[in-house]
């Protein structure tokens, strides 16, 4: 069945820093990608999304770009910040589902 | 706030007994789904409604698990023998049909003694 399998954590970082947070499925045929992220204290919020291979979905100066051929679709973002700390969810969509299937989350501690 | 509200957001029970979470929806949305996290894993898929039917239920969600939708706006989840594993996050999710993007709320967090 569909899955996703994202890095493990803790990742802790300086302030400022590059972050990466690798992210790949298993799927059939197109599922739509997502990243969703999990602030203290709050509930899940979508951060970005794309649908189709090549597309690229940013929010918040993060970016993700859904490679089809690496079935990979991993968080990037070139400066974090403090308040970037939270837990990420890397999550798909199925063509023809409805339900999301979630990665196991990777928790991301910013350093000032 | 007309985003997706739960109640309670804590629920503290014995082993056996039954429990009742309540989760109201972005008005518009006609989906409403249910998600389970555990400490430490992403979400799980419970079950989802299109507005009173509901369309598919996981294999998570055993015989001791009901949810309902009566009037397609808000929906319950119901444990009945609460069991220790059944200790988690419940979460509710909203969409419009066929839409990607689902919308959480915050939660109810089960704690089975």
């Known amino acids: 069945g569909d899955s996703v399998t994202q890095m493990e954590g803790p990742v802790t970082l300086s302030e400022e820093a590059f972050l990466t947070i690798n992210c790949t499925y298993t799927?059939?045929?197109?599922?739509?990608l997502f990243w969703y992220v999990q602030y203290p204290g709050e509930g899940l919020q979508l951060l970005l999304k794309?649908?189709?291979?090549?597309d690229k979905g940013s929010n918040k100066g993060f970016e993700a770009t859904y490679r089809k051929e690496t079935t990979s679709f991993h968080l990037e973002k070139g400066s974090v910040q403090v308040s970037d700390s939270a837990v990420y969810f890397c999550?798909?969509?199925?063509?023809?589902?409805?339900?999301?299937?979630f990665g196991s989350g990777t928790r991301l501690s910013i350093r000032p | 706030d007309t985003g997706v509200s739960q109640n309670p957001r804590h629920k503290i029970t014995k082993r056996g007994q039954n429990v009742t979470f309540r989760c109201d929806p972005i008005?518009?949305?006609?989906?409403l789904y249910w998600y389970r996290q555990t400490l430490g894993q992403g979400p799980e898929f419970l079950t989802y409604?299109?507005?009173?039917?509901?369309?598919?239920k996981s294999r998570l969600l055993s015989d001791r698990f009901s949810a309902e939708r009566p009037k397609g706006s808000f929906s319950t989840l119901e444990i009945q023998r609460t069991e220790q594993g059944d200790s988690a996050m419940y979460l509710c999710?909203?969409?419009?049909?066929?839409?990607?993007?689902?919308?959480f709320g915050p939660g109810t967090r089960l704690t089975v003694l």
């Open positions: 999710a909203s969409s419009l049909e066929s839409a990607d993007e689902q919308f």
């Open positions: 799927a059939t045929g197109y599922p739509s």
């Open positions: 794309a649908t189709k291979a090549d």
């Open positions: 999550a798909l969509r199925g063509s023809s589902a409805s339900k999301i299937i």
């Open positions: 008005s518009e949305h006609n989906r």
């Open positions: 409604f299109q507005n009173e039917a509901q369309l598919e």
